[in-house]
C-alpha cells in the first residue's frame, strides 16, 4: 500500500549508504539531514563516528549539509551541529515545510538542488514532500522514540512494506533524465 506524496525518492538502511558522489552527480548541492534518528541515536547528542565521517566526504564532493530538527533541545542540537561541522535550523516543525525552507535560504540553494535525510515517514518524508524535495529515508538508529512516534512506526512500516532498499530507483531515474 502506497500513499501519493508518501514514497521516499529512495531507501537506505544507514546515512552510510548514501552516496555523496552519486547526488553531487545527480545535481544537488545541499543535504537537509534529520537529527533524531537519523544523524544521531535518539536521546544522544554525539554522531557515531561514520555519521561523522559521511559528512566529511560529502563536503569533499562539495554538498553543503544543515541539520534541519524537530527536536527543542537547543543544547543538543548545537552539540551535534558542532560535531557535524553543519549548521542547524531549530524547531523545524516537520511535516510543515517551512524549517526546510528556512535551511534552503539560509544556505542559498533552490529545492531544485535539494534532499533531506530524515528516519521518519510521516515528518521527514510528509515535509520533503510539502517542501516539494527528494527525501532518502534511513532505518531509524535505535528504537527509542517519543511516544507518538512509536504509536506511528507500524503504520509506516506496513506502507514501507513495498518500497525496496537502495539506489535501483535513483540510478534509473538518473539514467532517464528525472528526479
Known amino acids: 500500500m502506497r500513499l501519493p506524496g508518501l514514497t521516499p525518492w529512495c531507501r537506505v538502511h544507514a546515512l552510510s549508504e548514501v552516496d555523496p558522489a552519486e547526488l ?9 539531514l534529520d537529527r533524531d534518528n537519523t544523524c544521531v541515536p535518539r536521546g544522544e547528542s ?5 555519521v561523522v565521517a559521511w559528512c566529511e566526504r560529502a563536503r569533499e564532493r562539495g554538498l553543503r549539509l544543515a541539520l534541519v530538527s524537530n527536536n527543542w533541545s537547543v543544547r543538543a542540537l548545537r552539540q551535534t551541529s558542532e560535531a557535524l561541522s553543519a549548521p542547524v535550523v531549530t524547531f523545524a ?3 510543515l ?4 525552507q528556512r535551511a534552503m535560504d539560509a544556505a542559498g540553494v533552490p529545492k531544485e538542488q535539494t534532499v533531506l535525510v530524515g528516519d521518519q515517514l510521516f515528518t521527514d518524508g510528509l515535509g520533503a514532500s510539502m517542501a516539494k524535495i527528494p527525501v532518502i529515508l534511513v532505518d531509524p538508529q535505535s528504537t527509542k522514540d517519543l511516544f507518538y512516534t ?3 512506526r507500524p503504520v509506516e512500516a506496513r506502507l514501507m512494506a513495498s518500497v525496496p532498499y537502495g539506489w535501483a530507483r535513483v540510478r ?3 539514467a532517464h533524465g528525472a528526479r
Open 150 to 152: 512509536r504509536l506511528l
Open 46 to 50: 554525539d554522531p557515531a563516528p561514520d
Open 24 to 32: 553531487r552527480a545527480l545535481g544537488f548541492r545541499l543535504v537537509l
Open 97 to 100: 515545510p517551512f524549517g526546510l
Open 93 to 95: 516543525m516537520k511535516p
Open 172 to 174: 534509473d531515474e538518473r
